[in-house]
Every structure is written in C-alpha cells, then in structure tokens.
C-alpha cells in the first residue's frame, strides 16, 4: 500500500466530508427562514443530493474505470465547490430570475438552492472514485485496511463537519458555506498536486469488445456476489439511515420527555460525537488486525452480530447511559461492516470494473439514505416512537442471515468473472 498517496487521499475525504458536513445541518434552517419554505420544502433539499446520487454514482464508477481514478475525482470536486457557490449566491441569483419573470412555482432562491444539491448529487462520487483509487494501489491483503481509512477519514469528517458549521453559524449563517467552498478548493490543490493516476488497466478499442464488455459487467452485476453484497449494504444501510433520522426524535419523545429543547440538541449532539469517534477509530486501529485475524467475512459476521444488538438495545433500553453504551456497539459493528463490504465487492469482479462496482455500491447506499428517513419518521408518526427500532430488528436479522451467506463466498467467485472477461477478449 501506497503509505504517502493513502495519507493524501485521507485528507482529500476529511476535508472534503468536513466541508460537506458542515452545511448540511445550516441548509434547511436558511431555506425556512430566507426563502420561506415549507418544513417539507425544506426535507427534500437533503433528499434532492441523495436521489441524484443515486443516479449518478454507477455512471461516476463507470467513467472513473474509463478515464482513470484522478480526472473523475477532480470533476466531482469541482462540482462540489460549485455547488457550494450557487448555495452562497442563492439570494442574488433568485433574484435575478425573479427579475427574468421565470415562474418556478416556488421561490427561486429556493429553486437555485436545489439546483445546488443537485449538481452536488451528480457529481458527488468522490468518496466512492476516492474508494476505487485505494483499491487500486493497495494490493489485495492490505484493500480492506486502504477502505478502512478512507473510511476512517469519512468519519472523522463527520464529527469535524457539524463542529466547524457550529463555530461559524454564530459569526454568519453563511460562513460555513464559505469554509466549505475554500477547504473543497485545498482538496482540489491536493488531488493536483500529490496525486498521480493508478496504474492503467488495459483498454479495449474494438466497438465489439466494448459491447461484449458491457454484457460482462451486466453479468457480474447480477453474480450472487455482488447482489449479496449489494442486498448486505442497503440493508445495513437502511438502519443507520433510520437510525440517523429519527434518533433526535427518539431522544425528544422518549430519552428526555419534558426536557428543554437545549438539553436535547446538546445530549444528541455529543452521543453523535461519541459515535463518530467510536467509528473512526474502530475503521483507523481495530478494522485491519481483527479482519487479519479473523477474515473478512467472519468479520462481517461479528460486525453484523453487534449490529443487531444495537437494534434490540434501542428498542428495549429506558436510561440514557444504555442508550449511550448500544450506540457505541452500533457504532463497532458499522465501523466493522462498511469498509469490508466495500472491500469485498472490488473483488467481486476483474479489478478494471471496481470503480463501476463501488459506484453501484454508493448508489446503493443513497438509496438507503433516501428510504431510510422517510420510513422510519413514518414509522415513528403513525405507530409509536420505538416502532423504528422494532423495524430495524427485522432488517438486522435479514442482514446477519445474508451476512452468513456471505461467510460461503470465496475467490472462486472472482476468479470465475475474471475468466468471463478473459474468455470474451
């Protein structure tokens, strides 16, 4: 492993997670207050991100196989930081469509602001491109390890992103944007000037090898590898998406009844914190000996295992500091999970098609992010506030029966791809 370009494309994704992170919590209060949207109006600016993720992940996967790991990674970045600029210039831009006589149905800083999260969704693959780029220069034995600090870095930035938005939304709602816009822009120096291409796998010129390629993608799309995996990872993501998305809720309703709303945010926000670091540093220190150790898909097992523990702990603790204690084990069997998933499916077929692979594994993972809100604050309204995590019992059952499927899979299923692709070139 590549110590020196790990150690760049750790700060790429910290920087860039944290610049993320940090407007994220700032979006829908300036939209309900500047551009006088609705509470729902408000939701979609979040959701918007992840549905064109969705789209644009898998497509992202397949040009960074086509054009190599670096150019697709500065394009994502650039979309970024031009994201964060419409989301700075809203007001004026609004305006000046307003001014145009464009009739949006809705107010058109609000429609520049989806507009923003938008194009950041369409080009925001520089996790997943930054994922592909540490599979490339790691060899086999250390990849898990590689994904584990990419990982790593993505949550430590999410731990950093909320502080940084927190110090600067006292100074101006906007300043965070601001700082976001400048630490995406030290990204871009970083990818230009420490980061070289991977090797270049072979490429086909022939239209009709490019169309037997195609053929051969579909199929290791629809391999029972990839769809265990895929299948794995939504439902995993699904209760952390559910999770995420109604905890602050949880803790409202059923931790702290009756407490200020300043008690709240401030309890949440340090169990958060807890969970960011517990995750960082389970992905940092303890993810490479304990897969060295155990294997990867025992691993995953053990991970799967803490996470359904989680989940019943959740659904049946009364105190706070139980509460606390499940969080912390949710965050061990995620910290544990993820980055092997990840792992796992860059060997699900040739190594030349894992940047499409991990774009389909992003794709799925917005997916989850999408539902995984919608119904568990659904779940949360109509039923009761617990009803979220007797929903994420069943998940994480499912998701630990298809993590012991995974324990029979082998490299027999990545060496029959890579002989499908061998056969037809």
């Known amino acids: 492993m590549d110590t020196k370009r790990m150690a760049t494309l750790f700060l790429i994704v910290l920087a860039d997670m ?76 609004g305006a000046f469509l307003a001014h145009a006589g464009l009739r949006l149905g809705i107010a058109p800083g609000l429609a520049v602001i989806y507009l923003a999260r938008v194009l950041d969704g369409l080009t925001g693959g520089n996790i997943s491109v930054a994922g592909a780029y540490a599979s490339d220069i790691s060899t086999p034995e250390k990849r898990t390890q590689a994904l584990g600090l990419v990982g790593g870095a993505s949550g430590l930035g999410h731990i950093l992103g909320p502080a940084l938005a927190g110090l600067l939304a006292g100074i101006n709602l906007f300043a965070p944007f601001f700082a976001a816009t400048i630490v995406s822009g030290v990204t871009v120096l970083l990818t230009l000037l420490w980061l070289s291409e991977p090797p270049i796998r072979a490429q086909t010129t022939d239209n009709q090898a490019k169309s037997v390629e195609k053929v051969s993608f579909t199929r290791v799309l629809l391999s029972r590898s990839v769809l265990l995996i895929l299948a794995t990872a939504l439902l995993v993501g ?68 803490f996470l359904l523990i989680s989940t019943v702990g959740l659904f049946t603790a009364t105190t706070l500091w139980l509460v606390i204690a499940y969080v912390i084990i949710f965050s061990l069997g995620y910290g544990i999970v993820w980055p092997i998933l990840q792992a796992l499916i860059t060997r699900a077929g040739p190594e030349r098609l894992s940047g499409r692979l991990l774009g389909w594994f992003q794709a799925t993972f917005s997916l989850a992010l999408i539902l995984g809100p919608i119904v568990g604050g659904f779940a949360f309204d109509t039923i009761a506030p617990r009803a979220v995590y007797a929903g994420s019992i069943g998940v994480m059952a499912l998701a630990l029966v298809l993590s012991i499927g995974l324990q029979r899979l082998s490299l027999r299923d990545v060496e029959k791809s890579q002989q499908l692709m061998r056969f037809h070139h």
Request: proline share 6%; hydrophobic share 55%; aromatic share 8%.
């Open 18 to 93: 944290s610049g993320a992170m940090a407007i994220i919590p700032i979006i829908p209060v300036v939209v309900l207050g500047q551009f006088h949207a609705t509470p729902f109006q408000a939701a979609l600016v979040i959701s918007a991100y992840y549905v064109a993720q969705v789209l644009a992940a898998p497509w992202l996967g397949s040009l960074a196989d086509r054009f190599g790991r670096r150019p697709i990674l500065l394009l994502s970045q650039v979309g970024t930081i031009g994201s964060y600029l419409l989301l700075i210039f809203a007001a004026p831009l």
């Open 238 to 305: 699904l209760y952390m998406a559910g999770l995420s998305g109604t905890f602050a809720l949880y803790a409202d309703r059923v931790l702290l009844p009756g407490q200020p709303e300043s008690v709240v945010v401030s309890t949440v926000g340090w169990i958060i914190t807890v969970l960011g670091l517990v995750m960082t540093l389970t992905q940092l220190v303890l993810l490479n000996p304990l897969a060295g150790r155990l294997g990867e898909q025992k691993a995953i097992l053990l991970g799967s295992v």
